[in-house]
């Protein structure tokens, strides 16, 4: 009867070590994320970043145009939201690293909710989907990929 404890003990021993060496030698972080996946209205689109990076040879710079000096690019829908609403209002400023990227959209660092006529003219930053639009369409007809009103079903999922 004992003999049968055995095997269950050396499993959840092996399975404990495993667990063990991967909390503390974690893999290194990957440096283009393999897939980016963006909700909308038109129907789920799955980016392939990796091989829009590593394949075809994209510099981040080409898509990601923050110039503020972090490490990482900040994600687009922190500039780019879906709507300028009061949940992106109250809430867009724990998407940047620093108070230097409050200047890009501000005369100076908000330290207090804004009057109206200081806000920032929201008119010439464009929304989500037509900053994801222009950006991937733009690439897309120069350099062959799909585009055109036939083409939305190639990245939109239906």
């Known amino acids: 009867m004992k003999n049968r404890y055995i095997p269950i003990t050396l499993i959840v021993a092996v399975l404990s070590v495993a667990a063990i060496a991967g909390f503390?030698?974690?893999?290194?972080?990957q440096e283009n994320p393999a897939r980016v996946v963006m909700d909308n209205s038109g129907g789920r689109v799955i980016f392939t970043h990796f091989v829009h990076a590593d394949e075809?040879?994209?510099?981040?710079?080409?898509?990601h145009?923050?110039?503020?000096?972090?490490?990482?690019?900040?994600?687009c829908g922190s500039c780019h939201p879906v709507a300028f609403d009061a949940k992106f209002r109250a809430e867009?400023?724990?998407?940047?690293?620093?108070?230097?990227?409050?200047?890009?959209?501000?005369?100076?660092?908000?330290?207090?909710?804004?009057?109206e006529?200081?806000?920032?003219?929201?008119?010439?930053?464009?929304?989500?989907?037509?900053?994801?639009?222009?950006?991937?369409?733009?690439?897309?007809?120069?350099?062959?990929?799909?585009?055109g009103e036939d083409s939305c079903y190639d990245c939109h999922a239906r």
């Open 92 to 115: 867009h400023q724990k998407n940047f690293p620093s108070e230097e990227a409050c200047l890009r959209c501000h005369d100076d660092v908000p330290t207090s909710p804004l009057a």
């Open 24 to 29: 503390l030698f974690p893999p290194a972080v």
């Open 65 to 75: 145009h923050d110039d503020i000096g972090q490490e990482r690019p900040i994600s």
């Open 56 to 63: 075809y040879g994209y510099e981040c710079s080409d898509c």
């Open 117 to 147: 006529e200081d806000k920032p003219d929201t008119e010439s930053i464009p929304l989500r989907a037509e900053a994801f639009h222009a950006q991937c369409m733009d690439c897309h007809e120069s350099d062959g990929g799909p585009y």
